[in-house]
């Protein structure tokens, strides 16, 4: 699976919106991009992923560049319960099984 | 759906001795995972299942370590004996099928090896 780069950490004001990035510059074409969150103290979460086009849920939205080396996820409106990791994984849908973690965003939402 | 369901929450235990952590997957998921999760080390994958059946086994890390899924509501991970350095968060985490990535994570097991 393609490696991804993410910076270590963000702070983003409470209300405003998070735009965490991810470098996934080797990625190849079969394969997703995928970001999960993990709030202290808990699990992981899954959030959202894609493969080219642009994907929004309940929880946020995930920009995709048109090359697909690079991907944004958006949280719309940051709230003090988003603080947390949050992990870029690029990995194929079939095939491959394991979801690998690297070292992801620390986001801090400041009141 | 109460989700995933680890037990127990925190484990305390003398090094030599067994330890034994246990998962319920969320009814319907037919794939279970094994992770551990280290200051050092971030998330690991240990071990996943298919089907009940072990499919990759790879990060275990010796053994010392051995995990089973008797059936698809169950399973276990068990470290005997146990050493400080087994000292970690054991998640456990289960999908609909192991290609999907939308894995659900329980909320850990504390393990502390003294």
């Known amino acids: 699976d393609a490696k991804t780069t993410q910076p270590t950490s963000m702070d983003c004001a409470e209300g405003r919106a998070a735009n965490l990035p991810c470098n996934h510059s080797?990625?190849?074409?079969?394969?997703?991009v995928y970001w999960y969150r993990q709030i202290h103290s808990q699990g992981p979460q899954y959030i959202i992923h894609?493969?080219?086009n642009n994907e929004t849920n309940e929880m946020a939205s995930l920009i995709i560049t048109e090359d697909r080396k690079s991907s944004t996820l958006i949280l719309p409106h940051a709230t003090l319960r988003d603080t947390a990791v949050y992990y870029c994984?690029?990995?194929?849908?079939?095939?491959?099984?394991?979801?690998?973690f690297g070292t992801g965003t620390r986001l801090t939402v400041i009141p | 759906d109460a989700g995933v369901i680890q037990s127990p929450r925190h484990e305390v235990t003398e090094m030599g001795q067994e330890v034994t952590l246990r998962c319920k997957p969320i009814?319907?998921?037919?794939?279970l995972f094994w992770y551990r999760q280290t200051m050092m080390r971030g998330l690991e994958l240990l071990i996943y299942?298919?089907?009940?059946?072990?499919?990759?086994d790879s990060g275990m890390p010796e053994d010392r370590f051995s995990a089973k899924m008797p059936n698809a509501s169950f399973s276990t991970l068990k470290i005997q004996p146990s050493e400080p350095r087994d000292s970690a968060v054991y998640f456990c985490?289960?999908?609909?099928?192991?290609?999907?990535?939308?894995?659900?994570f329980g909320s850990g097991t504390r393990l502390t090896v003294v």
């Open positions: 985490a289960s999908s609909e099928f192991a290609s999907s990535g939308g894995y659900t």
């Open positions: 080797t990625i190849s074409g079969n394969e997703y």
């Open positions: 894609g493969l080219k």
């Open positions: 994984i690029v990995r194929k849908l079939t095939g491959a099984n394991n979801l690998f």
């Open positions: 009814s319907g998921h037919n794939s």
């Open positions: 299942f298919n089907n009940n059946v072990p499919i990759d």
